[in-house]
């Protein structure tokens, strides 16, 4: 088996990932990607190997060799776990090495760092602990759409040279669809702007909700569902820190209210997983769940084209918006409008989380 042995990225140290929230489940990705190779992920500012055992299990281990450190993921895959690329340690997913080659024993240090994993609804969850040993306080959320026979789900993920929250930003704040992505899911850009927007949140969670009647179907909605002239569409984004669950459509007009949550009509319900890579980068894992329409087959592999369409635009927007910021000087200068609101709810939570997650630490040294 040959495999691609991944250049190592420049990242910080191990405390560096202190920067980020912790105890928290992050995306480290889809259940699709894990086959019979090692992936080389950094999340958090920590190098990670991920892979599939033959029985199946995926794992997460600290991506360094205990030996002479060579990256995990430049070796193989096998049926009892990884083993490495250079002198042939075989490790376990719980980081235990478990053969060395031509030696029997072997010495109790020769392990890594295991990280908790959980594959659920096709997701890939990694715990990224405050105290590094520390057992998950808390069950991996669940999305079960991607197990619905309703829907038939697509996904995809990029490498963003931007930080996580600038996503959170965008995806808070859907009045960009007007301008950002007319080619697909855009629409009226002033039906979008005017659109009364309610922020609501709970805990860690922010939930934003637009209702668009009126509408001219723009088109993905043409693509995928026989609108007629004017649809009535609704957005609902529901920020969870780590991820983003959005659920938006069209019904026609004069059938289920858009406020309904039985609503019928044509239905795209995204995933998003934003999971930092170091301050200035992060992965993007995104997937999108939508309804057949019994007249038109292809209908969701339609929007699922069009949806990856619609997310390289956001790269280009955010990746541009951050070398903006590099060369004019962060976000000092920026100011509010009403489309804000949520966006800046969530930042509010994440710098909450990392002030408490401070003073926990100032508090333990
Ligand atoms: S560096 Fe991994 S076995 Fe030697
Ligand atoms: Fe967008």
């Given at each position: 088996m040959t495999t691609t042995c991944i250049p190592i990225k420049n990242v910080g140290s191990d405390a560096d990932s202190h920067r980020f929230p912790l105890d928290q489940w992050y995306v480290a990705g889809f259940s699709s990607e894990l086959a019979d190779k090692p992936i080389a992920r950094t999340f958090l500012n920590r190098k990670v190997v991920l892979f599939r055992t033959g029985a199946g299990q995926v794992a997460a281990l600290e991506d360094r060799c205990c030996h002479r450190s060579l990256p995990l993921s430049c070796g193989t895959?096998?049926?009892?776990?990884?083993?490495?690329?250079?002198?042939?340690?075989?490790?376990?997913?719980?980081?235990?090495?478990?053969?060395?080659?031509?030696?029997?024993?072997?010495?109790?240090?020769?392990?890594?760092?295991?990280?908790?994993?959980?594959?659920?609804?096709?997701?890939?969850?990694?715990?990224?602990?405050?105290?590094?040993?520390?057992?998950?306080?808390?069950?991996?959320?669940?999305?079960?759409?991607?197990?619905?026979?309703?829907?038939?789900?697509?996904?995809?993920?990029?490498?963003?040279?931007?930080?996580?929250?600038?996503?959170?930003?965008?995806?808070?704040?859907?009045?960009?669809?007007?301008?950002?992505?007319?080619?697909?899911?855009?629409?009226?850009?002033?039906?979008?702007?005017?659109?009364?927007?309610k922020v609501s949140s709970e805990g860690d969670r922010?939930?934003?909700?637009?209702?668009?009647?009126?509408?001219?179907?723009?088109?993905?909605?043409?693509?995928?569902?026989?609108?007629?002239?004017?649809?009535?569409?609704?957005?609902?984004?529901?920020?969870?820190?780590?991820?983003?669950?959005?659920?938006?459509?069209?019904?026609?007009?004069?059938?289920?209210?858009?406020?309904?949550?039985?609503?019928?009509?044509?239905?795209?319900?995204?995933?998003?997983?934003?999971?930092?890579?170091?301050e200035e980068t992060c992965h993007y894992f995104w997937s999108m769940s939508s309804t057949k329409h019994p007249d038109m087959p292809d209908n969701i592999d339609a929007v699922i084209q069009q949806t990856a369409f619609t997310f390289d635009e956001d790269r280009t927007i955010i990746e541009a918006q951050y070398r903006n910021m590099l060369a004019f000087g962060d976000k000092a200068n920026w100011i509010d409008i009403h489309v804000d609101a949520g966006a800046n709810r969530a930042r509010r939570i994440v710098g909450e989380l990392l002030r408490k997650q401070a003073a926990a630490e100032a508090a333990d040294s």
């Open positions: 895959v096998e049926g009892a776990g990884v083993r490495c690329g250079y002198h042939g340690l075989l490790y376990a997913p719980n980081g235990q090495c478990i053969e060395i080659p031509g030696q029997e024993r072997i010495p109790s240090k020769a392990r890594v760092k295991a990280y908790p994993v959980v594959e659920k609804n096709q997701i890939i969850w990694i715990w990224m602990a405050r105290d590094e040993d520390a057992e998950p306080t808390r069950p991996a959320p669940d999305y079960p759409f991607h197990d619905d026979p309703r829907y038939k789900f697509g996904s995809g993920n990029y490498h963003y040279r931007s930080p996580w929250q600038l996503i959170h930003d965008n995806l808070l704040d859907l009045s960009h669809l007007g301008y950002v992505h007319l080619q697909t899911i855009g629409g009226d850009a002033r039906l979008h702007m005017n659109a009364p927007m922010v939930k934003v909700v637009r209702l668009m009647p009126d509408s001219s179907p723009p088109p993905t909605y043409r693509a995928a569902w026989p609108f007629g002239e004017k649809c009535e569409r609704w957005q609902e984004i529901e920020f969870d820190l780590t991820h983003l669950r959005i659920w938006t459509g069209a019904v026609e007009p004069g059938t289920d209210a858009i406020d309904d949550p039985d609503r019928g009509g044509f239905h795209m319900r995204g995933f998003h997983g934003i999971t930092p890579e170091t």
